[in-house]
């Protein structure tokens, strides 16, 4: 029987997402060895989601709340959370929290965020056209970005000799950025290498930024798990926004620090000169939000706001998010004691020197992709795996077979 004729015949199948096609890829997989370092989701140490316990206790409270109601929220989100947000990001005593010069409204996330920052640098500040980013870096952002027209372009991140921050050429990179060029930063536990700048660092391209006229955007997925400590990861945020006087453009997510991947609750924060140009951004942001997705969650964004409004909650948060970063680190520990104790070759001292969810492994892309059709251990080809699918079960398996993989397959 002949196939029928479709309007959709030219449309060509696209490939698999490069994260989300490996959690495709694991569930498929039937072998019992399997282990999943994909996807960036803390897991317990029985492989588990993870719910934060706080989390848990507003969601109660919530469910037994009669006065809830299930309306829209406003285009920018919910009130109350804007200043919240900020005081987190910022610092209480930000003189820019006070005297009003931060543009806020609630995204869908980090990926919402940076995309409703794209559209507003493509309608209103066309001068710049050209993103910076890392290489490497998150696999969407470039494509959030070219999505949003806009170019862009990449700077060294990770010198595979010294495996940390190739800074020399990076800012060689970006001392011939033309001037307005939107920088593109993570605020800490850079995503896929765990490397991040130090404070000198920081700066450095702070001043950078100033003297050549760049526009810092900056990425925050994981403030509170890279150190456990939360305003010591927001401190490239508060230098740039309270030391440096600089207008800048911040995504702020709560999917990692409060476990709420599938709420999709975010924040952009554009710090701007003065109030009034603060509010005409936001009435333009909002105007870019409402035929986009119109009103975002309502759900995640109270669960936000109830721990950082309740002092007793946001301190229980607070202890818990330390605590698990603290696990993140003896993950770290173990992994390298384990090659280290098989004296399998090369160096593996990096993988303590990083910091956040992932490492970036050194392992190359073959023997990345061994770890997968050989060991059934799905990891990004790039090297990079997720400390938060370690457990204490499946650790000795993972470091058998890092260790056979680098003695088979050669690093190139």
Partial sequence: ??????????????????????????????????VNLGIGAYRTD??????????RQVEQEMAADPNLYKEYLPIDGLPELKK????LLFGEDSSAIAEERICSAQVLSGTGGLRVAGEFLRYFLPHCKTVYMSEPTWPN??????????????????????????????????????????????????NPTGVDLNEAQWREIMDLCKRKRLVP????AYQGYASGDLQRDSFSSRLFCNEGNMELFVCQS??????????????????????????????????????????????????????????????????????????IQSVRSALRNGLEAKQTPGT???????????????????QAERMTKHWHVYMMNNGRISLAGLTQANLPYVVEAIDEVVRAVPAS
């Avoid at 955007?217 to 925050?220: C, G, L, Y």
């Avoid at 593996?348 to 073959?366: A, D, N, P």
């Fill in 254 to 327: 709560f999917a990692k620090n409060m476990g709420l991947y599938g709420e999709r609750i975010g924040m952009l924060h554009i710090v701007c000169a003065n109030a009034e140009r603060a509010k005409v951004v936001l009435s333009q942001v909002k105007k870019i939000i409402r035929p986009m997705y119109s009103s975002p969650p309502l759900h995640g964004a109270r669960i936000v706001s109830r721990v950082l409004g309740d002092p007793n909650m946001k301190a229980a948060w607070m202890s818990e998010l330390k605590e698990l970063a603290g696990r």
């Fill in 1 to 34: 029987m002949a196939t029928q004729s479709s309007l959709f015949d030219g449309v060509q199948e696209a490939p698999p997402d490069p994260i989300l096609g490996l959690e495709v890829a694991f569930r498929a997989d039937q072998d019992p060895r399997k």
């Fill in 141 to 190: 952002h470039p494509n959030i970005f070219k999505k949003a027209g806009l170019e862009v372009a990449t700077y060294p991140y990770w010198n595979p000799a010294t495996k940390g921050v190739d800074f020399e050429n990076m800012k060689k990179t970006l001392e011939s950025a033309a001037p307005y060029s939107v920088l593109l930063l993570h605020a800490c536990a850079h």
């Fill in 217 to 220: 955007m900056i990425d925050n």
């Fill in 46 to 55: 029985d492989g588990k989601p993870y719910v934060f316990r706080c989390v």
């Fill in 348 to 366: 593996w001292r990096h993988i303590t020197e990083q910091i956040g969810m992932f490492s970036y492994t050194g392992l190359s892309r073959e």
């Fill in 84 to 87: 919240q947000t900020q005081e």
